[in-house]
């Protein structure tokens, strides 16, 4: 029986896309000032997919989240303020500024780290499922990663592991087409990467990754297929990232195949679709603003934090860092 977002959770789904968007154009803004270290890899385009998958999670289940993992950690409830704060290098981050965008986590919500490493997240998540299933509990584990990594070998290792050993770990493939600069149709012959799924046995899946209740239906349902012990599930959300690979990319391979691509993914944006429904739901205009406004108001609150925050001081350079 295909699940559903309930309508009266229409509000909360709203409210965590809208979070999304606004912190991604947040942190826009910072990297155009030359305010945050490093590069940003923004998930602008991509909200549906964090919120939907996420939203059929349990508060102690586990993700391993990419390099475009900002949106993983506002989807699980993560503090925006801790997340601006650690985007910024600055002491009142999540890992105390030393994790940056691209290695953020959040693990009071189950998110093991993001990770700069293409597909270097997905063992993790793996280990993190058969850590569930060593000591007994009933948590799943979620893998987010693009369609790069479908070509690397960690990506076939963990499934295979997973396949054979009935690991509860939902592998979410967040096509985006692009690789970098690498367009994923010029070097697989997979139509469907999610088609992997039939070499290991295991259930594959393809949705619409621009409609959040659409990747919330395909989600529920993996995790309920790994809940009962039967194993994962290869879920790829179509979907497609508004910028270039990180923000200083101004993504000309994409024109190469359709002068249009952009503009024809971007009409369906999947945070203004789900407003349109929210108030098709019933849902009044003053509704929606009011959460728009709550939103606006802790996004900002964030913003202020983050610059507020001090750095780290140089002495704690080797704190809290493994060295071998």
């Known amino acids: 029986m295909v699940k559903k977002l309930a309508k009266k959770s229409f509000g909360g789904i709203y409210e965590t896309m809208y979070k999304m968007r606004r912190f991604e154009e947040e942190v826009f803004e910072f990297y155009k000032k030359g305010l945050m270290p490093g590069l940003a ?3 602008l385009g991509e909200e549906a997919v964090a919120t939907g998958v996420c939203a059929a999670l349990n508060d102690d289940d586990y993700i391993g989240s990419s390099h475009r993992g900002h949106g993983h950690l506002v989807a699980r409830g993560a503090r925006t303020d801790m997340m601006m704060a650690e985007i910024l290098g600055k002491e009142g981050g999540y890992s105390r500024g030393k994790g940056g965008s691209m290695h953020i986590m959040a693990m ?7 990770n700069g490493i293409v597909g270097g997240e997905i063992p993790i998540a793996t ?6 299933v060593y000591r007994g509990t009933e ?6 990663f693009g369609d790069g990594a479908t070509n690397e070998g960690t990506f076939h290792e963990s499934v295979n592991m997973a396949a054979a050993w009935k690991l509860p770990c939902i592998y979410i493939i967040e096509n985006n087409l692009y690789g970098i600069s690498v367009d994923i149709r010029d070097v697989t012959n997979t139509r469907d990467l999610a088609d992997r799924a039939k070499a290991y046995g ?3 899946v393809v949705v ?3 409609d959040v209740e659409a990747v ?3 989600a529920a349902e ?3 297929h790994a809940r009962k012990g039967k194993g994962p599930t290869i879920v790829e959300c179509k979907t497609y990232r508004w910028q270039g690979h990180h923000v200083g990319d101004p993504a000309v391979y994409r024109a190469r195949r359709d002068a249009d691509e952009k503009k024809d993914w971007m009409e369906r944006c999947p945070v203004r679709a789900f407003r349109a429904k929210l108030i098709a739901s019933g849902a009044s205009e003053a509704a929606v603003a009011a959460i728009e406004g709550e939103v606006e108001r802790e996004i900002q609150a964030a913003v202020k934090y983050a610059v507020d925050s001090p750095y780290p001081d140089a002495s704690e350079a080797f704190d809290d860092v493994l060295i071998g």
């Open 108 to 114: 009071d919500r189950g998110i093991l780290g993001a």
């Open 216 to 218: 919330y239906a395909a």
């Open 222 to 224: 993996a995790v309920d």
């Open 208 to 210: 619409d990754g621009m």
């Open 127 to 132: 280990g993190a499922a058969y850590s569930a």
């Open 139 to 144: 948590q799943v584990a979620v893998s987010f």
């Open 41 to 43: 890899h923004l998930y």
């Open 202 to 204: 295991i259930p594959g």
